[in-house]
């Protein structure tokens, strides 16, 4: 059997799709109310982590931030003190390349096996079972994993050791803040100086300089409407995992700070939960819907 943890935006997909491919699948959530789709189609229910743990093969984790992962894999009823020696774990939560290694050494440690595996795609990837996984840690427990992740996903990258993973998708979310940032600010001076919207933005976006992931958020600016797909306070948190490993690194990372205090402001702005492409609202100084 399966075990799933966190049943966000994401988690819920994620899981979702496990089901729909046949596999058994028990579910644990902070909030009990977000695993009711997923009952209801069949999948189990844990009181605590430790009890999935104990009753789960491999437990797979998909969590805000690194806090909450250590606090429900260590904590107190915590998962890795019920998982069977040898049991796999595979957090696909965006976090910092250093804690994802500190979790290996606790799960080898207690006997158990590890791997990092976040992923690129938001909310309609994540439905579609379209995800892409960045996958850090050995080649033989990624192979035990191959059929779950291909329920969820389009591709899998293994990128080697252990915090690997991670590495790669903090650096992907620092281009996805940035490009969106500075397109936002763009067409903010565009409509500044007169130019229309709409037409700003076709053509910047069938230019040169604009990131494919761009065109994806269009509907949204040109409507100011901002549905989460993925929230604005987890890219600004992604970008805190950026500034904690340039740190460690001792790297100097002038323009991801500042990206990182832009998205603060716009969260102080009562904006932490609408999609991250609501940035343009922030820097254009326009009312949401």
């Known amino acids: 059997m399966i075990g799933f943890i966190g049943l966000g ?6 899981a979702s799709n496990l089901l729909d491919k046949g596999f058994d699948l028990i579910v644990y959530n902070r909030t009990r109310d977000k695993a009711n789709e997923l009952l209801e189609k069949g999948a189990k229910w844990a009181d605590s982590p430790k009890e999935l743990a104990q009753k789960a093969d491999i437990v797979f984790t998909m969590l805000a931030n690194p806090e909450i992962v250590e606090k429900l894999a260590t904590g107190e009823e915590g998962f890795l003190s019920g998982m069977r020696e040898g049991a796999l774990w595979v957090d696909s939560s965006t976090v910092n390349p250093s804690f994802s290694r500190k979790m290996a050494q606790e799960a080898f440690t207690r006997g158990l096996r590890f791997l990092d595996a976040p992923v690129t795609g938001s909310l309609k990837p994540a439905e579609l079972g379209e995800l892409v996984f960045l996958v850090g840690g050995n080649e033989e ?7 779950y992740l291909n329920a969820m996903g389009k591709s899998i990258q293994h990128l080697g050791e252990n915090g690997k993973g991670s590495s790669m998708k903090i650096i992907i979310n620092l ?8 397109f936002s600010e763009a067409v903010s001076l565009g409509e ?23 065109k994806l958020k269009k509907d949204k600016i040109l409507s100011n409407q901002f549905d989460p797909e993925f929230p604005l306070e987890h890219i600004q948190k992604d970008l805190q995992l950026v500034s904690i490993s340039a740190f460690e690194k001792n790297l100097a990372m002038p323009v991801a700070n500042v990206t990182k ?4 402001l716009a969260k102080q702005q ?18 949401t819907e």
């Not at 009562?270 to 009312?287: E, P, R, T, V």
Request: a negative charge.
């Open 9 to 14: 935006i994401m988690g819920s997909r994620m």
């Open 261 to 264: 205090e832009v998205y603060a």
């Open 192 to 214: 500044a100086l007169g130019l229309e919207k709409e037409m700003v933005m076709e053509t910047i976006l069938n230019g040169p300089t604009a990131a494919p992931s761009l």
């Open 141 to 147: 427990d990624l192979e035990e994993v191959k059929p």
């Open 270 to 287: 009562g904006l932490s939960k609408k999609d991250f492409s609501a940035i343009y609202s922030f820097l254009s100084n326009s009312k």
């Open 175 to 182: 281009m996805l803040a940035q490009n969106m940032a500075v």
